[in-house]
């Protein structure tokens, strides 16, 4: 008999900045997903997919073991979401992997961390080619390309709308690797019938602009290399629904640099007390000299709203920040 299961993953706060609204010219909410149990947003897409597998995997009397490929978030939700409902996850990680990260995936738990290849790509490649074949229970774990992952992370937009009260926001503002984030959103505006008149901003970073760079070829394109050191948006190719999405007139797509990002991440620390990592730092820098009007193009009002997904990350740490604050100086 299937058993009813606690969700991985939880309902963040919405909060109101007082300081990037000032910085903006308009009110700025931010979305926690920080707060997520595994640090990051990946929470929602990869703890629904687990419970989906789970629930067929018990009708069927199978105990499945987890797998992802992963440098970082989606493989320490993996884990996360795999321990709190009682399965064992294991990760394939790039020898590029930091230690901390690394560790990080022990200490939650990991029954076991394949280091394979220079990319998540080449991790992915030997994970589906080699590791998955040898284990008849194992489950492999896509990082945000499916149905399932996209329903999870729906549930962010399904937060702010009750948490807004049903007052629809100017515009969402998130970051994009592969694309499962701004899925699960523009899905769910869809649903609430919000479409037409919430702008969807998709943030990347400069060498990490997959997305971008397919829109401007008019065709999916793949990234011959990741140069960006905002590593969770490395994601060599976009998800289809992505780039059909992103087609959009409500769409935008912006790049910025990662020392955007890296003062993007400085200001959440000074004055949200939030230490984030670059994927998260990139869409705060548009609250900064109006960029926001820039990139919608179009002028806001000042009780103009705005949501900013704080999307969070692992791939912090306090001397990161310190060796930024030397680079790019105060905010």
Known sequence: MTRNRRQPWATTPLIESPHLSKLAGCRILLKLDNLQPSGSFKSRGIGNYLLRRIQESEA?????HFYASS???AGIACVVAAQSLGYNASV????????????RLHAEGVT???????SVMDAD?????VVLPADPNGVYVPPFDHQDVWDGNATVMQEIAVQMEGEKPDAVVCSVGGGGLMNGVVQELDK????DDVSVVAMETDGADSLNRSLLANEIITLPKITSQARSLGVATVSKKTFEYAQR???????????????GCLILARHERLMVELTAGVAIVLCEDRMLEKVLGRKLSADATVVLLVCGGNDISVEMLMKWQEL???C
Do not use: E, M
């Open 71 to 73: 440098g970082g978030n």
């Open 92 to 103: 394939v990680v790039p020898t590029t992997t930091s230690p901390a990260l690394v560790a």
């Open 125 to 129: 490649k030997y994970l589906k080619a």
């Open 60 to 64: 069927l009397g199978q105990h499945p």
């Open 192 to 195: 609430l019938g919000w479409s």
């Open 112 to 118: 076991k961390i394949i280091q394979h290849g220079q």
């Open 328 to 330: 790019y100086g105060a």
């Open 249 to 263: 007139p409500q769409v935008v797509s912006a790049v910025f640099s990662d020392g955007d990002a890296a003062r």
